[in-house]
């Protein structure tokens, strides 16, 4: 399922009148009746309901009047409200109609307001801003926006709700909470990222009457079961463990033993054939937490952190690897810093960074360098604040505009950038897709490690970076979903997460 940006719609509607020839007042008629049989489809009856239609002066504003000359035809309480009558051309073509159908048309002012605040709606369309909101909202604008929050009225959004930027997602100023939301074509940024996807309440997506065949080269996509790739999953019976291939983690110290464990289990729960623990040695006595099929190689640590000198001692194992992992628990430290510029100076293996490598990368120019010109794959896996670190901004701006920001990290460095929140973002710089599964059970300490070894495994069981961060995005917040079936959002576990791939992997194979 495609996402669209404002511009994206606007080339589209464009395309639409110019290029093929059906007009602007079509859209607009196709579009208000659209809301209207949503509104129709959801109440037995429409005649006995008081209905208010509140309309900006842009096309937004244009399908609330379609909206309400259909209402008024099948129910006789029906009030327009308006904030400027100085309309759009096309929307005063719909306008000029209701007129005539001497629809009830308000213009609204403080003292209108006052007096709304006396009676009750049960239905209000809200048609003030759609994907031409342009600045923060205030004056009167914002107090209509309140009475509609507090009306008690099921409230539609026409195309999203008035006040999520249809780009960012984000609050202007405020917002109109819809109880549903009608979109065109298909759905918005807006909708899909937090917080604006709070806003919408149930997204109802309508086609309009668009040609199919002008809607393309969209880059961001819903992230679904049709977009991955699982023909790797079938293990032929005569193959063996090095077919499925070999992780090499670089993970965990004396403070953070069980990312190491999370990290390594996680990998070899999702199919690798083998996989290699780099971890100091300290981090041995966690045995209980480990699988035993993990094949330690305990590094000497400097107080519990690998050591540069200890960590050179394995070089011979790199031959081995398919993909390396580096990062989780590892700390920020010199040694780190000094062991992944070894790794990108003298090894060329896919590489998953995540969590301290992150950091390491944000703080280093040696290793920003060396990383952008390293030839294999890469995965960079950072959350919104590890994202903020490298791009050098404040966490808000990642919040104001991720797709943006994990764009800008895959361009930079030419890698997969896995931009890890509530709607993960999984991008190569150009294509995106925005992960809507998952739930906030795995807002925990280790998810992320988990997320890391599963991409790890998906690489070393032969898929390209991108495709593994895909599946691996995918897989792991699909286990977070399935447990939900029998625990809570308290319960779940980044462990449970990781034996939850059992059924996972079972239910994605099915289909
Ligand atoms: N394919 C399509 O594209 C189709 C689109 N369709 C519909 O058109 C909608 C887009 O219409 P649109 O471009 O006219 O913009 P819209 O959202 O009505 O708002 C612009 C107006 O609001 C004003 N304004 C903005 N911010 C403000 C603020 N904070 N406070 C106060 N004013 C503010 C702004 O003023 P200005 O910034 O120009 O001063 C301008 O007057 C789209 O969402 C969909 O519903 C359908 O008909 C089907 C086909
Ligand atoms: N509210 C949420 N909804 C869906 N997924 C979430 C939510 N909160 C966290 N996650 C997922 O959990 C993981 C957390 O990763 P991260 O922050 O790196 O954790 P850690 O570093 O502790 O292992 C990410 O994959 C993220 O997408
Ligand atoms: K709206």
Do not use: W
């Amino acid at each position: 399922m495609f996402v669209l940006t404002s511009s994206q719609m606007r080339e589209i509607d464009r395309k639409a009148s110019q290029e093929i020839g059906i007009p602007e007042v079509v859209l607009m008629e196709n579009a208000g009746f659209c809301v209207f049989e949503e509104i129709k489809r959801d109440f037995e009856t429409l005649d006995d309901k008081n209905i208010a239609v509140f309309c900006g002066k842009g096309n937004n504003g244009g399908d609330g009047f379609v909206v309400a000359r259909y209402l008024a035809q099948v129910c006789p309480n029906v009030k327009v409200f308006l904030f400027d009558d100085n309309v759009t051309l096309t929307s005063k073509v719909f306008l000029d109609i209701l007129k005539k159908l001497e629809v009830d048309i308000n213009i609204l002012s403080e003292e209108l307001l006052s007096s709304l605040r006396a009676q009750r709606f049960d239905i209000i369309v809200d048609a003030i801003f759609g994907i031409g909101l342009s600045k923060d909202i205030d004056g009167l604008y914002k107090k209509v926006i309140e009475y509609i929050n507090g009306s008690g009225a099921y409230v539609y959004s026409v195309d999203i709700p008035s006040g999520v930027c249809s780009d960012s997602a984000q609050i202007k100023g405020c917002a109109v909470r819809a109880s549903k939301t009608v979109t065109f074509v298909y759905p918005k940024v807006g909708h899909i990222l937090y917080p604006g996807s709070y806003y919408c309440g149930k997204v109802i997506v309508k086609d309009i009457g668009i040609p199919e065949k002008i809607i393309k080269d969209i880059k961001v996509k819903i992230l679904t079961a049709e977009d991955l790739d699982i023909s790797k999953f079938y293990r032929y019976p005569d193959s063996h463990k090095g077919d499925y291939g070999k992780v090499g983690i670089v993970a965990g110290s004396k403070y953070y033993p069980g990312a190491a464990a999370l990290c390594s289990n996680a990998a070899l729960q999702s199919g690798c054939g083998l996989c290699y623990l780099l971890t100091p040695k300290e981090v041995l006595y966690f045995q209980n937490f480990r699988r035993p099929e993990i094949i330690v190689l305990p590094v000497e640590s400097k107080e519990g952190i690998v050591s540069f000198d200890g960590f050179v001692k394995f070089d011979e194992y790199f031959a081995k690897f398919d993909v390396l992992g580096f990062g989780c628990g590892l700390t920020k430290n010199k040694e780190v810093e000094k062991i992944l510029i070894h790794i990108l100076e003298n090894f060329q293996i896919p590489i998953v960074i995540d969590a301290d490598g992150l950091n390491v990368l944000a703080s280093s120019r040696d290793v920003r360098e060396l990383l952008a010109s390293y030839k294999s794959q890469k995965v960079l896996t950072p959350h919104y604040m590890e994202a903020a670190r490298v791009l050098d901004v404040d966490v808000k701006d990642v919040a104001k505009s991720p797709i943006d920001a994990a764009k800008k990290i895959a361009s930079e460095f030419r890698a997969i950038c896995v931009l890890k929140g509530s709607r993960t973002i999984i991008t190569d710089g150009d294509e995106v897709f925005i992960n809507i599964l998952g739930n906030p059970g795995m807002a925990k300490g280790g998810s992320g490690d988990v997320l890391t070894g599963i991409i790890l495994s998906m690489i070393a069981q032969g898929y390209s970076a991108f495709e593994a961060a895909k599946l691996a995005v995918y897989l792991h917040s699909l286990s977070a979903d399935i447990l939900l079936e029998k625990k809570t959002m308290q319960t779940i576990l980044p462990s449970d997460i990781i034996d939850g791939l059992d059924s996972t992997i079972k239910r994605l194979i099915k289909g």
